[in-house]
């Protein structure tokens, strides 16, 4: 079992930087993959950016790709969403979620343990 915990969301200009934050509990952490998703009121949730258990590869969305990164700490149970050039575009809840598999994965099936979300809001 994984539990996840997302922090960091809140109120931004267009054109400024968050990072979220997914603290995870549980003695296998460092074995799973984990991804970044975001829902908009009325949109299915969109996959945003993933990375594999050692951290050695990642990959982002064609939406953010150029301005957001995601990282991990295995040391300290933590994966990270950078966001920077935030868009209003960008405004959604933010979910973290875990996956046991080898490899990264883009859809929300393939994911086990979710997150309860964190709101970014990104004003024009």
């Known amino acids: 079992q994984v539990q996840l915990v997302e922090s960091g969301g809140g109120l931004v200009q267009a054109g400024g930087s968050l990072r979220l934050s997914c603290a995870a509990s549980g003695r296998t952490y460092s074995s799973y993959g984990m991804g970044w998703f975001r829902r908009t009121p009325g949109k299915e949730r969109e996959f945003v950016a993933a990375i594999t258990w050692s951290g050695g590869t990642t990959y982002v969305a064609d939406s953010v790709k150029g301005r957001f990164t995601i990282s991990r700490h295995n040391a300290k149970n933590t994966v990270y969403l950078q966001m920077n050039s935030l868009k209003p575009e960008d405004t959604a809840v933010y979910y973290c979620?875990?996956?046991?598999?080898?490899?990264?994965?883009?859809?929300?099936?393939?994911?086990?343990?979710w997150g309860q979300g964190t709101q970014v809001t990104v004003s024009s």
């Open positions: 979620a875990a996956h046991s598999g080898s490899y990264y994965y883009i859809h929300s099936d393939d994911y086990s343990y």
